[in-house]
């Protein structure tokens, strides 16, 4: 059982609140109630008494949360002193991200890094992010923020920091692709998708992705471009070239998003696993490990 996971309990035992633990973690309900019970599984005991009006603990969850409030104070102390030695790390990491990841996943991440690891410099190289993987296989740099392939090699380590779903957009200008699909839409007909246009990934992890669902649909594409980077995407959707695949964390942070709308797709596409990816061996690195432990610190992982 992990920090966060007693963090977890011990706000929830002092506010018996799983919405307002929740809004704290930044987790939803359904997730706080998840990790109640699998740590009462894992500990064979139940820790809270639950009915439709209150939450109440137990005896062993009365026991629990002494032990919680404890152990997370005696990490808190031993981090304190951690931190006094990071100090003196110096060096230098590399990271490789798209541009959009730059500003929604590295910010979040370099902020804590650079008041720990004030000796350590960033040096930052931006591109597609379907490259992000194979760059750092290759050596080119320390450390990347990408989407997790769906297979990833055994040289690897990721360590995923959210998940993002996967968006089919359209165009919002009044177009012949945009009023197609609205009187599809309209009349509760099924979309042609051989006949729509698509705007394509030239490769990743959204492209293998996109190229699976086709042909699950057993639909040949209508490719009108394959283009470098979700960004471009958005772009040439927006200008009403096509329908595109975009991660929901690319629109969120596009200057684009209202000239695109979503169309709701059924069954969804698996979303993608955002995180930090970097060679094992290179893990022994200290500089590395520094980056690697703010990351996952600067994100709730869902239990």
């Known amino acids: 059982m992990d920090t966060k ?5 011990a706000h929830l035992a002092e506010t018996l609140h799983f919405a307002q633990t929740a809004n704290h973690l930044h987790m939803s309900p359904s997730a706080v109630s998840r990790a109640i019970v699998r740590m009462e599984e894992e500990l064979g ?14 005896a062993a969850g009365r026991q629990f949360q002494d032990y919680a409030k404890q152990a ?16 003196h790390i ?19 991440i370099l902020e804590p890094f650079r008041h720990r690891y004030p000796a350590i410099d960033i040096k930052l190289h931006t591109g597609d992010h379907a490259e992000a993987v194979d ?39 009044h177009c ?37 669902w086709f042909r699950q649909q057993e639909v040949k594409p209508n490719i009108y471009a394959q283009v470098s980077g979700n960004e471009a995407i958005v772009s040439m959707v927006s200008l009403g070239f096509g329908v595109g695949l975009v991660p929901e964390l690319v629109l969120l942070n596009s200057p684009l998003r209202d000239k695109v709308q979503v169309l709701d797709v059924q069954p969804p596409l698996a979303p993608f696993a955002v995180g930090v990816c970097a060679l094992s061996q290179r893990m022994e690195s200290p500089q590395l490990r520094a ?11 869902d239990f």
């Open 72 to 87: 997370l104070s005696q990490w808190q102390r031993f981090n304190a002193s951690m931190a006094q030695d990071a100090k």
């Open 45 to 58: 005991q139940r820790l809270l008494e639950r009915d439709n009006r209150s939450v109440r603990l137990t």
């Open 176 to 212: 012949q692709l945009e009023q197609s699909i609205r009187e599809h839409l309209a009349q509760g007909q099924k979309l042609p998708w051989h006949a729509l246009p698509f705007i394509f990934s030239e490769h990743g992890v959204a492209r293998s992705r996109l190229d699976q």
């Open 90 to 108: 110096s060096g230098e990491v590399s990271v490789f991200c798209s541009v959009t990841a730059v500003y929604s996943v590295l910010a979040d």
């Open 291 to 301: 980056f690697w432990e703010c990351a996952k610190a600067s994100y709730q992982i």
């Open 135 to 173: 760059r750092v296989y290759a050596g080119h740099e320390d450390v990347a923020i990408a989407a997790r392939p769906d297979k990833l090699s055994s040289k690897l380590q990721f360590q995923t920091l959210l998940h993002s779903p996967l968006l089919f957009i359209y165009p919002t200008m």
């Open 5 to 9: 996971q007693l963090q977890l309990f």
